[in-house]
């Protein structure tokens, strides 16, 4: 490959120059912020910068947002400390789902088969009531169904089915999930 010759294709920021300074120097520290503790304003805040944020969302210290304006979360959805939302593309995160801590969810990656390393950018969608444990990660393109759970410091590159568990590097499944009341 030839560096050199790097791409980003069609892709765009999807904001203007004057958006994503303002978001960088101001709203991303307030929502990454330790001091600021409450949930309330740090939704306000990515609502204000393009964010839909649905009802009864926790934010945990630390959360990192590339793009707010590509960012779609539902009601009571947790989002654990310094998880990383690293999204060129659309991420959307359904009602009752928790990201604990360290999640990292990735929606870009490079054409290695081109000689100018070109940008590729595809959307993670989860699903209602999953559960992605601490320091996973997240590819791009991958969709997590409805009720799936990936397992601690597992890696999907790969679609996850609906209420089965996942666990590993690559994540396989391991088992289904039964809920009880």
């Known amino acids: 490959m030839r560096l050199d010759r790097y791409t980003v294709g069609t892709y765009s920021p999807g904001a203007t120059f004057w958006q994503q300074v303002a ?11 330790y001091w600021i503790v409450d949930s309330s304003f740090k939704c306000w805040v990515l609502r204000c910068f393009g964010a839909k944020m649905g009802e009864g969302v926790r934010i945990k210290p630390g959360l990192k947002v590339k793009f707010p304006w590509r960012f779609v979360v539902g ?27 360290d999640v990292y ?39 997590v169904g409805r009720g799936a759970v990936l397992c601690l410091g597992s890696i999907a ?11 590993g590097n690559p994540a396989q499944p391991i ?6 009341d």
């Open 23 to 33: 978001w960088y120097y101001l709203g991303s520290p307030l929502v990454s912020s």
């Open 75 to 101: 009601d009571f959805v947790w989002l654990g400390e310094n998880c990383w939302i690293d999204n060129v593309a659309l991420v959307t995160i359904e009602s009752h789902t928790c990201l604990s801590q």
């Open 105 to 143: 969810l990735c929606t870009g990656n490079h054409d290695w088969s081109s000689s100018s390393f070109q940008l590729k950018d595809t959307p993670i969608h989860i699903g209602e009531s999953c559960w992605i444990a601490a320091r996973s990660s997240i590819g791009p393109g991958v969709t």
């Open 157 to 167: 590159g790969r679609s996850l089915a609906p209420m089965m568990i996942y666990a």
């Open 175 to 180: 088992k289904e999930r039964h809920i009880t």
